[in-house]
Nanobody
Framework: QVQLVESGGGLVQPGGSLRLSCALS????????TGWYRQAPGKERELVAV???????NYAGSVKGRFTISRDNAKNTVYLQMNSLKPEDTAVYYC???????????WGQGTQVTVSS
């Protein structure tokens, strides 16, 4: 059973920073990629950032230059450093991993990020 547990969300003022963490537990063979999605109220879930098994990263245009995705393989943890936060970054952020023989996707439960003064 694969479990993803996010942490680090909260309330921050515009221009502030947060770091999200996603701890992976359980066994999953051959992880292809890990990443972060977000979903704001009334909107569809969208990709924020992804990092592949060989370290290639990709970002949504709206966060490029402000957010950084990284991972610590020894700790089975993926991070999302978010700087220069804007009110439009407010959303529930979900961690996700793709892997296994069938390239299954697994999701965390989400963590709320609210950017407001």
């Amino acid at each position: 059973q694969v479990q993803l547990v996010e942490s680090g969300g909260g309330l921050v003022q515009p221009g502030g920073s947060l770091r999200l963490s996603c701890a992976l537990s359980g066994s999953i063979f051959s992880i292809r990629s890990t990443g972060w999605y977000r979903q704001a109220p009334g909107k569809e879930r969208e990709l924020v950032a992804v990092i592949t098994s060989i370290g290639i990263t990709n970002y949504a245009g709206s966060v490029k230059g402000r957010f950084t995705i990284s991972r610590d393989n020894a700790k089975n943890t993926v991070y999302l450093q978010m700087n220069s936060l804007k009110p439009e970054d407010t959303a529930v952020y979900y961690c996700t991993v793709v892997g296994g023989p069938n390239l299954s996707r697994f999701w965390g439960q989400g963590t709320q990020v609210t950017v407001s003064s």
